[in-house]
């Protein structure tokens, strides 16, 4: 069946300006997951939804970071005033609920480069 | 906080030879750990994982160890194929919040 699928898969922008990044979950899973992976390091967590609420936002690194899953389903990742060191991946998972011992699920990021 | 770290950043090993990944984790509390492989250009893909309750586990190729006395988990690839070459990360979760905690990754190269 198909994955987690993110889009873009590539985005560049300007500082000061802001971005969506979407994520598609796999069918059914309740949980989604959003992180970021800098260059040599492995992925830090930013926020996970249960259904349409945010679980846990104790990740994001400041308030020009938020994210938004309305139905349940597909979530979008929002970026205010893009600065220089955000540029990094943007990882989602998802699993099919959170029970901190389910298998998480990655999609292959979007690489997000702030100039 | 808490942090989930690697022995080694790079591993070389020849084609057909076992590999073993290692890495230490400093969360007692933990109960989960996972083991990701991740190419250039792509998302970690899940290899492998374990429960506390358990100390051992086996797949296809793979086998993770859990030694919770000293915090060590490791991953072995037997006979090691050139496209095993990746990053490997370990990652510990279990908390309620769900969220992993990866540690830096090693580098996994396979020489033909």
């Known amino acids: 069946g198909a994955g987690v699928s993110q889009t873009p898969s590539n985005k560049v922008t300007e500082k000061g300006k802001y971005v969506e990044l979407r994520c598609d979950p796999i069918?059914?899973?309740?949980?989604l997951y959003w992180y970021r992976q800098s260059l040599g390091q492995g992925p830090e967590f930013l926020i996970y939804?249960?259904?349409?609420?945010?679980?846990?936002d104790s990740g994001l690194p400041n308030d020009r970071f938020f994210a938004v899953r309305p139905e349940g389903s597909v979530s979008t990742l929002k970026i205010q005033r893009t600065e220089r060191g955000d540029s990094a991946v943007y990882l989602c998972?998802?699993?099919?609920?959170?029970?901190?011992?389910?298998?998480?699920?990655f999609g292959p990021g979007t690489r997000l480069t702030v100039l | 906080g808490e942090s989930v770290g690697l022995h080694l950043p790079t591993l070389s090993v020849q084609e057909g030879d076992n590999s073993i990944i290692n890495c230490a984790y400093s969360?007692?509390?933990?109960?989960?750990f996972i083991w990701y492989k991740q190419e250039s250009g792509k998302g970690p893909q899940f290899i492998i994982d374990?429960?506390?309750?358990?100390d051992k586990r086996q797949g296809q190729r793979v086998t993770v160890l859990l030694n919770k006395t000293v915090k060590h988990l490791s991953l072995q690839i037997a006979a090691t194929q050139p496209g095993d070459s990746a990053v490997y990360f370990c990652?510990?979760?279990?908390?309620?919040?769900?969220?992993?905690?990866f540690g830096k990754g090693t580098k996994l190269s396979v020489k033909p």
């Open positions: 998972a998802s699993s099919a609920r959170t029970s901190g011992l389910d298998t998480q699920y």
């Open positions: 069918s059914g899973h309740t949980a």
């Open positions: 939804f249960q259904g349409t609420g945010a679980a846990d």
């Open positions: 969360n007692s509390a933990s109960d989960y």
């Open positions: 374990i429960r506390s309750n358990m």
């Open positions: 990652a510990e979760g279990g908390g309620s919040q769900g969220n992993l905690i």
